[in-house]
């Protein structure tokens, strides 16, 4: 479990199911995720996984709870998602963060982030990260520059070119 400020971040439960469900039905959230809204299959399996990582890795997507209000407003993590990118992305721990659009614009993404960056490289000692943005989604990469994010190549991933950044622990 991490603490900052405003946050409380920890690997999810089975209770925020609908929570997650919510947040991936949103056409805002969804708009570079797809854009297809989760069933409560896709969001169980999603947390399913999420539990996986955590369980077999030892790291993985932290849930994000607003501390003031105990309400889950996010995710956020370093993952393996074996997506088959090559050797330059798959094998490092790609970066990931999702947010309620309700708190979109209120820095919540970027302290959890951050928080989920500092405990990654101090527990498992990796000096590099990777992310996969859509090349659209200025916010995501405005973000990920802000975490010291760089591209470094572009990927068709699902039938769509997508930028990859990387960056070192030092960033």
Not at 65 to 87: K, P, V
Not at 147 to 170: P, W
Request: proline share 3%; hydrophobic share 40%.
């Amino acid at each position: 479990m991490i603490e900052t400020d405003r946050l409380l971040l920890r690997p999810y439960v089975l209770a925020e199911c609908q929570s997650y469900l919510a947040m991936c039905s949103d056409p805002l959230v969804l708009k570079f995720l797809g854009g297809k809204p989760f069933s409560p299959e896709d969001a169980w399996h999603r947390i399913l996984r999420y539990t996986g990582h955590w369980s077999l890795l030892n790291y993985g997507i932290f849930a994000v709870i607003e501390r003031s209000s105990g309400e889950y407003i996010g995710e956020t993590g370093i993952a393996d998602f074996h997506r088959g990118l090559g050797d330059a992305f798959d094998g490092y721990g790609e970066a990931s963060w999702t947010f309620a659009s309700r708190v979109h614009g209120r820095g919540f993404a970027l302290e959890a982030a951050e928080a989920a960056h500092k405990w990654y490289n101090a527990n498992l000692r990796q000096n590099r990260t990777v992310c996969l943005i859509d090349p659209d989604n200025a916010a995501s990469l405005k973000m990920a520059g802000r975490l010291g994010y760089t591209a470094f190549d572009t990927r068709d991933y699902k039938g769509q070119s997508m930028i990859v950044l990387e960056r070192t622990a030092s960033a």
